[in-house]
């Protein structure tokens, strides 16, 4: 999305109505509850697909500052613009200090997006001062048993999100945008003769690391008409072997535009690798592109799967974006 489309759309959503969400509001995050006594005004978001939902929901002058934007990761032009004035207080993860020093009142992240497992941040760690940490859902399945991954993980966070801060007809009305574009992609889609076998590629040359049933890439693929490969793979994110690959046998790959080696670099090595030679997405050449914000649970998440449509059904996207 561009500054323009962004800009846009605020007007429309702060004219709006917004209901008041009753405090004391308690939600679940992830296997707790958390609880909130106001709306957060001074709120520290990690990663850039966060920070996404945060802007679209009108709420860049809540933000105290964000975490997480490394080099390695690309971003919309209109983020960086949004962002203008608002600090980054870590190009990774952030320490309690950090937020401390912030003055946060509540750190929206998620986990591997801004806390590990028993590292130095954590919801139980930042308890003693007082801020509260609600959880991106998807990250949720590396601590605790989850489903696989679903576009209503995404759905229900913003809806949250909107409680939280008190604008709940904001993030009704952008999920509404979202699921009217899946739809429109899911409804194309049952016209298609076939369900094409789908690789994701996010980097690795020993081994690749590809995403499973629990990482949003699932559900993109699926909305989009085709079948991740990997998806019986309990995990999110994580590295297999080539091998399997190759027994899967892919016809299209989607290639994570991330990381210090251009997605042209990935799409090049994967074309020379010996062992992929007879794969059919290597012989036919069928690659789809598509950037960190897209592929991680967030507002891009729309066009990821018109994206991924397009390029698995090119007769029924004419056009569409690649």
């Known amino acids: 999305?561009?500054?323009?489309?962004?800009?846009?759309?605020?007007?429309?959503?702060?004219?709006?109505?917004?209901?008041?969400?009753?405090?004391?509001?308690?939600?679940?995050?992830?296997?707790?509850?958390?609880?909130?006594?106001?709306?957060?005004?001074?709120?520290?978001?990690?990663?850039?697909?966060?920070?996404?939902?945060?802007?679209?929901?009108?709420?860049?002058?809540?933000?105290?500052?964000?975490?997480?934007?490394?080099?390695?990761?690309?971003?919309?032009?209109?983020?960086?613009?949004?962002?203008?004035?608002?600090?980054?207080?870590?190009?990774?993860?952030?320490?309690?200090?950090?937020?401390?020093?912030?003055?946060?009142?509540?750190?929206?992240?998620?986990?591997?997006?801004?806390?590990?497992?028993?590292?130095?941040?954590?919801?139980?760690?930042?308890?003693?001062?007082?801020?509260?940490?609600?959880?991106?859902?998807?990250?949720?399945?590396?601590?605790?048993?989850?489903?696989?991954?679903?576009?209503?993980?995404?759905?229900?966070?913003?809806?949250?999100?909107?409680?939280?801060?008190?604008?709940e007809n904001r993030a009704e009305a952008l999920v509404g945008e979202l699921r009217e574009r899946v739809d429109s992609v899911r409804t194309v889609v049952q016209q298609a003769s076939d369900i094409p076998q789908v690789f994701l590629y996010d980097s690795g040359e020993d081994r690749p690391t590809t995403s499973g049933r629990l990482g949003m890439p699932q559900a993109l693929i699926e909305a989009a008409g085709g079948h991740n490969v990997m998806d019986d793979v309990?995990?999110?994110?994580?590295?297999v072997n080539w091998e399997s690959v190759v027994e899967r046998d892919p016809e299209v790959i989607v290639i994570v535009d991330y990381g210090p080696h251009t997605w042209q670099q990935k799409r090049d090595f994967l074309m020379q690798h010996p062992a992929l030679q007879a794969v059919r997405a290597i012989r036919n050449q069928r690659f789809t592109v598509l950037t960190y914000i897209e592929v991680t649970p967030s507002v891009e998440n729309a066009l990821a799967v018109e994206k991924i449509a397009a390029g698995l059904h090119p007769q029924l996207f004419n056009g569409a974006p690649r």
């Open 1 to 167: 999305m561009n500054i323009r489309r962004l800009l846009g759309l605020l007007p429309i959503l702060c004219t709006l109505h917004v209901m008041a969400s009753d405090y004391p509001l308690t939600l679940r995050s992830c296997d707790r509850d958390v609880t909130f006594d106001q709306a957060p005004q001074r709120v520290v978001v990690h990663d850039v697909n966060m920070t996404g939902m945060l802007l679209r929901l009108g709420l860049r002058e809540r933000m105290a500052g964000y975490t997480g934007f490394d080099s390695a990761k690309h971003r919309e032009r209109w983020m960086n613009e949004a962002l203008a004035d608002v600090p980054q207080l870590a190009s990774r993860y952030p320490s309690i200090e950090t937020l401390l020093e912030a003055d946060a009142d509540l750190f929206f992240a998620g986990w591997s997006y801004g806390m590990r497992v028993g590292g130095p941040v954590t919801p139980a760690t930042l308890s003693p001062f007082g801020i509260p940490v609600y959880e991106l859902t998807e990250s949720c399945s590396r601590i605790m048993t989850q489903p696989r991954a679903s576009l209503d993980d995404l759905y229900g966070d913003l809806l949250n999100l909107g409680r939280i801060f008190s604008v």
């Open 234 to 239: 309990s995990a999110s994110w994580t590295q």
